[in-house]
C-alpha cells in the first residue's frame, strides 16, 4: 500500500506539472502580443560594453552581430580581457581589420576588483565609457541588426531605467549543444515567461543590461557587483531600489550553445540552475512541479504491480506531448529555428536531475574558474581547472 499511494502521489505531481506546462504555453503565445515600436525616435549615442574571457565557437559571429546594426546613432564598442594571452584577442583584432572601424576598442587589463571576473572586467571598462547609454552583453550572445534600435525605443519609455531581454537557445553542433537550446527553449524561457505574467519574478539577465550612463553611477557604477554571482539580477535590484523600471521589450535575443560534451553541458546548467536558486529559493523549489515526465516515470516504477502503473504510462505520454507542444509555441512565437524535438525527453529528465543536484553543494564553474558561494554571493575563487 505504501508504493501505491507514492505511485499515486507522484503521479499527482506530474498531472499538476502538465497542467502548468499548459498554462505555460499559454502565457507564452500572449507575451508578445503588445505593441512595440520597433525603432528609437531619437538616436543617442551608445556605448556597448563586452566583458571576454576565451574564444568560444561563433565568437566572431556573435560580436559581429552587435556592430552590424541598423542604427543611426554613434556606436562605441569596449571589449575588455584580463589576461594578455586570453584567445579572444585575436577574434577582436580580426574583427577590428574586418570592420576598418574606429570605435572598437580593446582593453587588456588584469586589475582584479572582486571573486566575479565579468565584473572585474565591466569595472576596468567603465572610465572609457563615452556615450549617454550603456549597453551591456554577454559574449555568447547574437543579435539581429534592429536589436540596438529596440533596445533604446524601450529604454526612451516614460519611467523605465533600464531595458534586459529574454534569451533563447541556438545550438552551434552536436547533441549536447541541442539539449543546451532546449533546455533553455523548453524549460528556463517559458518558466522565466510564466514567472512574470503571474508577478512571481522580477528578472535581468545578461544577455543585455541597457541603462543611461547616469544610472549607472547612480548605483555606484560596477564595483557593488564584484562579488555576486547572479551580477546581472543584483544589478536589476539595484535599478529597481532607485525608483525606476526594468524594462523587458517583446522579443528575444539568441544565446549560442557551444557545449560539445557531458561535461561541458553538465557544468554550464548546473552553475545556472544553482544562481537561480540563490536568488529565489523558494520560487525555484516550488518548480519542482516543472518537471511531469521524471514524475510519471517515479509513478511508473513505484505502481508496477499495481493499479496505478497503467495511468502512469498515461500521464507520461500527456506530459511529453504537453512540453512538446510549449517548445513548438516558444518555436512559433519568438520565430527560432528547428527544434530537435526528439530530444525533449532526455532533456526532461536531465533537467530534473540537475534540478536535484543544484540543492547539493555551493560550488559552480565559470570559464574553468570554480567558485564556492552563498547565497548570492561568492566568498571564495579557487584556482582555474
Known sequence: MMFFWLSVTAMLVAATGCAYLL????????????????????????????????NEPGLFENLSSFWRQDYPGHVQILFGVQDPGDPAIPVVRRLQNAREARDLELMVEATAHGSNRKVSSLVNMQSRIQQDIVVIADSDIRVNPSYLGEVVAALNEPGVNAVTCLYHGVPLAGIWSNLSALAINAHFLPNVVFGMALGLARPCFGSTLALRHQTLADIGGFLPFVDRLADDYAMGQALRAAGGVVSIPPF???????????????????????????????????????????????????????????????????????????????AKTYALPSQAYWLTPACDLLSFVLFVESFFARQVSWRDYHYLTVGNWVIHRGSRA
Not at 25 to 53: D, E, N
Open 23 to 54: 498554462a505555460a504555453t499559454t502565457l507564452v503565445s500572449c507575451s508578445v502580443r503588445k505593441p512595440f515600436q520597433s525603432h528609437a525616435k531619437v538616436a543617442p549615442g551608445v556605448t556597448i560594453l563586452k566583458p571576454l574571457c576565451g
Open 252 to 330: 528575444s535575443v539568441a544565446h549560442m550553445c557551444t557545449e560539445s560534451s557531458l561535461r561541458d553541458f553538465w557544468r554550464h546548467h548546473l552553475r545556472w540552475a544553482r544562481t537561480i536558486k540563490s536568488i529565489e529559493p523558494i520560487g525555484y523549489a516550488g518548480s519542482v512541479v516543472a518537471h511531469p515526465l521524471p514524475w510519471a516515470l517515479i509513478a511508473m516504477l513505484l505502481g508496477v504491480f499495481s493499479t496505478t502503473f497503467l495511468p502512469a504510462i498515461a500521464v507520461a505520454g500527456a506530459s511529453i506531448v504537453a512540453r512538446v507542444t510549449l517548445l513548438r509555441k516558444v
